[in-house]
């Protein structure tokens, strides 16, 4: 990002844009020469917050969480720089950190939901290693949240799959800290508990005699349940509530200590300050005053089929290939088990069925997180600006790795043969190898994603078209989105 920021110019972009108070030095600008491809679009909002916390209305479509742990590190541990860096520069250099650490962890934590979900350590470390080459790359580096969220996401699956539910209850509420797409994964804890008492139905005898204690436990699961939920839903609420007050409570005589500059940046962009002189915003006078809603409404123009304009048609496109992978993950489980999709994965699995896989992407476990996946891509694909539809999924779902790991384990020959030379292949009529998970042993020595790229002239149609999708969105997006070109 260096580079292309250094090579290419930025584009003047009508984006958030704050003056650098106070002055930059010889060494912020240095940094900001370095890094300052990473503090575009809305990481300048991230930076801004933590900055000067929420100052402008439309700064709360951002969650508070990153902006607070990027403040935390940059008055913690890069104190001592203080003489060197101004503020603002310690926290871009706090978010490249940060999300560096938060990339590994989260692509830990995905390789043991793998293990825990697809019960195929391979395809697990596949699935890890093709997060680590993202398309949404850029924004994981970027001083975006999505590193952050993946990082909890992933880890409170993997929690809730170990059974530790007050864990992964509390890694799920950080996480609608975070973003306000961590309010879907509530539905991970209502299915768990549903399919729970469901599967215990089928396996009771039902004699009357019985139906007391099973009362009892349906009680105790669905308490548990409401509990977790209200835990993730908490952040959100509370969130909403700080908004309300900062900016629908009486005046403060804020003016009086918001720089200059800032204030007449309010001014000729129209953006709407706390609340000094009486004048409410007309979120306040709602019965139920969300102002999240209301700035993704007003400022943003985001609503049920709003995006769907012939001018959109290049977003559009660049959310087609992942709109493209998702659904045919979809459909690919939905095809390989129609009853449990049918039955929603609450029907006792009968050990004498046949055909039926127990491990890989198209086994029973993987049916919530379809679900999940399929809800978030409708609801981005026909309510949200479709281009963030990369990231959105990318950092959210593991089936848009699972699938792609799926896909190249199942037609990449390279993957079959568990040898180290690259150029031994087992014949790709070898349909046995293809229908065990291979492949479900224990993971190979060796990267096979390096292994596929150095025999790319070996790689299968199908394989370039996955890899490909991957490298170039990884490549574009650094080009793009770090001169403020179109790429958000």
């Known amino acids: 990002q260096a580079l292309f920021n250094l090579l290419i110019p930025d584009h003047a972009a009508d984006a958030f844009s704050p003056p650098r108070l106070p002055e930059p030095g010889l060494w912020d600008l240095l940094l900001e020469r370095l890094l300052g491809g990473l503090s575009r679009w809305d990481a300048e909002h991230f930076l801004f917050v933590a900055e000067r916390g929420y100052l402008y209305e439309h700064n709360c479509a951002f969650f508070p969480l990153y902006p607070l742990a990027l403040r935390a590190l940059a008055e913690g541990a890069l104190w001592p720089s203080q003489r060197l860096l101004r503020l603002r520069s310690r926290l871009l250099l706090s978010a490249v950190l940060l999300n560096s650490l938060f990339s590994i962890l989260a692509a830990a934590a995905l390789y043991k939901l793998g293990c825990a979900v697809l019960r195929c350590p391979r395809l697990a470390f596949l699935a890890a290693l093709l997060f680590s080459l993202s398309p949404a790359n850029v924004f994981m580096a970027a001083a975006y949240s999505e590193s952050m969220f993946a990082f909890l996401a992933f880890s409170a699956m993997w929690q809730l799959?170990?059974?530790?539910?007050?864990?992964?209850?509390?890694?799920?509420?950080?996480?609608?800290?975070?973003?306000?797409?961590?309010?879907?994964n509530a539905g991970f804890f209502l299915y768990?508990?549903?399919?729970?008492?469901?599967?215990?139905?089928?396996?009771?005898?039902?004699?009357?005699?019985?139906?007391?204690?099973?009362w009892k436990q349906l009680l105790s699961l669905a308490s548990s349940a409401v509990l977790a939920c209200a835990g993730i839903f908490l952040p959100f609420a509370l969130f909403q509530c700080y908004a309300y007050v900062r900016f629908c409570g009486a005046g403060t005589g804020l003016e009086l200590t918001v720089p200059k500059p800032l204030l007449q940046l309010a001014l000729d962009k129209g953006y709407r300050l706390v609340a000094t002189n009486g004048d409410k915003p007309p979120w306040c006078s709602q019965r139920f005053p969300v102002v999240y809603s209301y700035i993704q409404d007003a400022y943003w123009n985001v609503g049920f089929l709003r995006y769907f304009e012939l001018r959109q048609i290049p977003n559009f496109l660049l959310a087609l290939p992942v709109t493209l992978l998702c659904s045919w993950a979809a459909w690919t489980y939905i095809i390989a088990n129609p009853r449990h999709c049918l039955t929603l994965g609450l029907e006792r699995r009968k050990s004498q069925e046949e055909g039926k896989p127990s491990a890989g992407f198209c086994c029973p476990a993987v049916f919530v997180y379809?679900?999940?996946?399929?809800v978030l891509l409708a609801f981005g694909f026909f309510c949200m600006h479709v281009q963030v539809l990369t990231r959105f999924l990318g950092s959210s779902s593991p089936v848009l790795y699972w699938f792609s790991a799926h896909l190249l384990q199942e037609h990449e020959p390279l993957l079959w043969s568990e040898g180290t030379d690259h150029q031994t292949v087992a014949p790709r009529s070898e349909k046995s190898l293809r229908g065990q998970t291979g492949s479900c042993g224990k993971r190979a020595p060796e990267n096979p994603v390096v292994r596929l790229l150095l025999n790319c002239g070996l790689i299968t149609p199908l394989g370039k078209c996955v890899l490909g999708f991957f490298l170039s969105f990884w490549l574009l997006g650094l080009i793009l989105h770090c001169n403020f070109l179109p790429w958000t």
């Open 161 to 184: 799959e170990k059974g530790q539910s007050w864990l992964s209850g509390l890694l799920f509420s950080l996480a609608s800290g975070v973003r306000a797409n961590g309010l879907i």
């Open 192 to 214: 768990s508990r549903g399919k729970c008492f469901a599967l215990q139905l089928q396996g009771g005898s039902g004699s009357v005699r019985k139906l007391p204690p099973l």
């Open 370 to 374: 379809v679900v999940h996946a399929t």
